[in-house]
């Protein structure tokens, strides 16, 4: 990785045009830690520039001596003109609110941006109002036109329009599981748009790396717990993609659990099929249709259930159906890490999509077990 | 604890009919030992006879160095005579099937039992036999008359019953979690009877003692997972409680997980409101009217959910309610410590009763933090 | 637990001089935690002041829903003045450095003290403040007689000074489960001064219950490392016990390590035997012919070693021995649970030496399993 | 991966005669599935047989659902002659003894093999016979020459002799993790040779997929325990290491303890400095030094200790070193993955190595974090 421009003649695989130097910004949290990683071991894609607030000024090594990245580079203050000098694109791994006061200018100078938080994920900037008030009301944001042009970062159903864009929002990782295995029965209009409940699980990475009372092992061990129900912010997330897909207007349950892992996301989802007569192999050869050509989806056979172990440290979504007959009811079961597929990963697999490269580039799907 | 026959003038409190001696058949596994360990601070309760089938003739302090005994007992094999001649009471934590090939001695004997298995908790030997399949091929159970006799030992909605019973089929972990919050939603009509859906998540130790490669700490650990999706042992017998307190048939869906964590259980259960006015306030009244007078019954205020490390080594259920008025849903969760309440606890809950004490009688009802 | 003054004549067990009341100060902490835990469950002392600085003027249930206490108190700013009206006893849990600010108020008011901090662990107020430099340079203490007079609150070794003792300080996690296998064999001459090794390894509840981000589950979890690798400021603590009970000056090597779990703590030491033919027996015989009448140490039987899961949430430590004969080595290995027998419940031990009751009183000693 | 006969054209980065096609024995195993998952991602070599007894007959998908390999390959019985006509290495992860009674029909058949059990390690079969007795009993092992000839292959310190052997006997987690550090300063005459003192922690998969009682989530977790305390077999092997590198007879103390959490493996090491002058920088100038051109190792700042989860997933040994002068003792830290470095990633370093392939070569240097 080199801190200054690099010569593009060293990386012949990629057209100039598109270029493949970037910046990652919010490095030293979790999703900035999982993008540098990734990068580190991409092929054709390259970190040119670390930046962050509170560490700036500081090596890389003093950080993260775990994870060392060659010549060692210092973090620097994300300023737009520094990292448009630097870098093609843009990886935004910063908490809610953040990213809307550096995307304007980063786009303006032509740096394609991939944005890890909650900022752009509403086409409405009044909904993300509304939905995030408290960050909200310590903004004054007025980039209601970027929201719009946004795209959601959902590679199997957006590819290309991401290919193209210059803001891709990268979906929140329960939107992610949750959205995968469900979209394919909505939009065929398999099931039935109410009565549609989430009940979802996640390792306490997804709450970040700042330290929080309630995410100490001390805490979180040994335990599991439910939080945000009625109205955690990603329900409104999730329902705005079901209702662009299904046609019309989504209202679902979506309950979040705490569970005592690191990393991992599940979600178990509850819907009821229309035709009373689908078996679970029909669903299954749903999803497979659907996903057959999508090398980040797995559809597991009937009667297999996805492990989130099964897919830690991977970008890989793994799928899983299963009917009752008795009450019609379908059950659709997604594992992702939460931290790869649910976030940085599914980053990365945007950026390829951006360069042109394969969605699955530089991306682990099989992984280390146990 | 006495292995011979103790003088029951040292225990003046309870009354010489009712006796105070236990039997544990099956003490090392996870329920036997539960039931010992509660025993053995109980004050007024006794184990006076271990039975245990691989481990008899054995010394308790050659299987379990942790746990040391008062005058470190033989386990025996467990003949009805010698429980008879040396017990009042006995606890069996058998596999399933087991149970019913020693209850109907112990009873002949006048041994009162609380059996931990499935064995009794159906009223009909036909549905047992349908539900463990394996269990009945392998059998030749001719005790229906029993299974319709046995009382089902859920202490707060079956106490009087309990308390004079001869055969008690103490709960499953799952049903005990999962009916506690939902009954008085059913039997006050306030929810509809279809649609309901059972989320839970369980620790590994639900899984038992005897090593499976699924339950290693390298599997199962970092990890969370579905099993017994549709069709899991436990669903009939949630159904077959509700439909009693209901008054009609009611069909479920319950979907067991499996938590990285050793003990713990929590049930998330979904149901429609019949009157979508209903506030969680509301909700939350009905379940601190019902369970006033129940002290192993915990009703936490709106807003706050229960995390199992918050009920760890308790006999304690911690209950909590809330509704999304936009949908008209019910969101009702349920803590327990799947070994205590959702097993041993629960099992010296109904001893308690049987014995003429009061229910919470030598259980803890507050946890060690964190 | 009333909160204001209780009528003696209702403790009719204790004598009136003694008291059975105690001041919690620290509460909402881990150790204060613990020991309300303990007291509630305790025949004979009362929690009657619950004191902490952050969370003063709020109602238990509002800080801790899931660990009820009678009539709901309110925790309040820790006076002196109060306090010595309410309360016959003082635990004071508070972060190092602050316990001297507050505990000559108590004597003076003749407030017993049992002080979980490292403030008066030190018979030397000047050793106190090498060792703990930063809390030293924002203090102005003057308190060095005190110092002289307090009692290290090992009670296997001190139980006579304790029980007459106004304050207490009680030892470090660590130094109790190292020292109670050490002290047997230095204090008979039968290992050598030098070479001395304790490979000592907790829990993550031992760094407290502030958010701190090496603590958290994300990080601690799935990991084990080494910290404070020499000049740990428990192996001062550690030394200072050890040469007294040896008569001479020992310096040895002390190597705390992080496990990924929420309790225990498990000393591993090594040390050369001055008579290479004395055999493993022989070392246990050692242990059990001291620890005989002390009921809250375990001698396990040669060959078996202790697992920290064998004495979580109880207040005993379990100790094992085992002798390499090549190389003359004896291999001491002792667990404790760091916040009951490394903690509140070495506190509560305290405590009821101090009251005139036996030191077990109240204290559990069979854990629960697994 | 093809199971037939792959055209080597198609990987003209190997030379015809190395050749890089591998079997791997034992598939379904902790070991061999580290190892299919390395050679997976591996640029240059490709598994090309799976050998196992249990599993044979079954394809891969069965076992594995969630580690799909290309055109799903049935597992075989391990017969010499068909894995000499489809492979050029074989990498055996069997239980102790077994590879005994393949590897010298695989030799004939001139396929090189690096075997990860015990079963090569020790220079004198004698030696093997009397540390893994029971092994030794069940079997009639004369390949005396062999245990000779086998390379001990521990590649940072054996590297030419690996790169032209036709038998590698990968080396124990623990003396990896405990040498790696050790030698350096055994070599170099810096510590004494007595009074060596290694305490070691592992995660749980150490003990392997098989079912045992001891290794369930429910047993090991939320406790860590020392086993083996005096005389596990590692001991030897280390001390043959030790001894040959220092130039004469080492006697030192092994402690192992489970910790809980997956996979990880720390050791922490104890020695005497002959001069008592050298200080910590001093010392992790020869860590530096000696290591300096070995990629798979790194040495960590002074002050800086190593997190097993600093390596999870690689095939980094990370090391660090500090100093007591009051003792004159030197403390080694050493992290590894126990399932990469300290088994499966070390045997693909091997294959490397005979391969004429850089030693890093597929094999990942970078965490996941966290």
Redesign the interface.
């Known amino acids: 990785m080199a801190m200054e421009r690099t010569n593009s003649s060293s990386t012949s695989g990629i057209s100039q045009a598109r270029g493949n130097r970037v910046a990652v910004i919010g490095a030293s949290g979790?999703g900035g830690?999982?993008t540098l990683?990734l990068l580190?071991?991409h092929p054709q894609l390259e970190a040119t520039f670390l930046g962050g607030e509170r560490s700036a000024g500081k090596r890389w090594s003093e950080l993260?001596?775990?994870?060392?990245l060659p010549d060692d580079p210092v973090v620097e203050t994300p300023s737009a003109d520094k990292i448009a000098e630097r870098a093609d694109f843009a990886v935004l791994s910063l908490p809610n609110g953040l990213a809307s006061q550096l995307v304007p200018q980063l786009l303006e100078r032509e740096v394609r941006v991939v944005d890890l938080s909650a900022d752009y994920r509403y086409r409405s900037l009044d909904q993300w109002s509304q939905v995030y008030v408290q960050e909200a009301q310590s903004l004054a944001r007025n980039d209601a036109e970027l929201c719009q042009q946004a795209v959601y970062g959902l590679p199997e159903w957006h590819a290309p329009a991401i290919a193209s864009a210059k803001l891709v929002a990268a979906p929140g990782c329960f939107p992610t599981a949750s959205l995968l295995p469900l979209l394919p029965f909505l939009k065929q209009g398999l099931i039935e748009n109410?009565?549609l409940?989430i009940?979802a699980?996640t390792?306490?990475?997804g709450?970040g790396?700042?330290?929080?009372?309630h995410?100490?092992?001390?805490?979180?061990?040994?335990?599991?717990?439910?939080?945000g129900?009625?109205?955690h912010r990603h329900t409104s997330e999730i329902e705005q993609l079901a209702s662009e897909v299904a046609g019309h207007s989504i209202?679902?349950?979506f309950?979040p659990?705490l569970?005592?892992?690191?990393?991992?996301l599940?979600s178990?989802v509850?819907a009821?099929l229309r035709d009373p007569g689908l078996t679970a192999e029909d669903c299954n050869t749903v999803l497979k249709a659907v996903y057959r050509h999508h090398p980040c989806i797995?559809v597991?056979?009937v009667g297999?259930?996805?492990?989130?172990?099964?897919?830690?440290?991977t970008n890989k979504a793994?799928l899983s159906v299963?009917?009752?007959n008795?009450?019609s009811?379908l059950?659709l079961?997604s594992?992702v890490d939460n931290l790869?597929k649910g976030q940085a990963g599914q980053g990365v697999q945007c950026l390829n999509l951006m360069a042109g490269l394969p969605p699955e580039t530089g991306l682990?799907l099989?992984?280390?077990?146990?």
């Open positions: 979790y830690l999982q990683k580190a071991a993260c001596p775990f994870l060392p109410d009565g409940i009940d699980k390792g306490t990475s709450g790396r700042a330290a929080k009372e995410l100490l092992l001390a805490e979180a061990s040994e335990s599991i717990a439910p939080y129900v009625v109205g209202q679902l349950q309950t659990h569970v005592p892992m690191v990393r991992g599940l178990t509850y009821r797995g597991l056979p297999t259930y996805p492990a989130t172990k099964w897919v830690k440290h793994l299963q009917v009752d008795r009450t009811r059950v079961m594992a790869v682990s099989l992984p280390f077990y146990p």
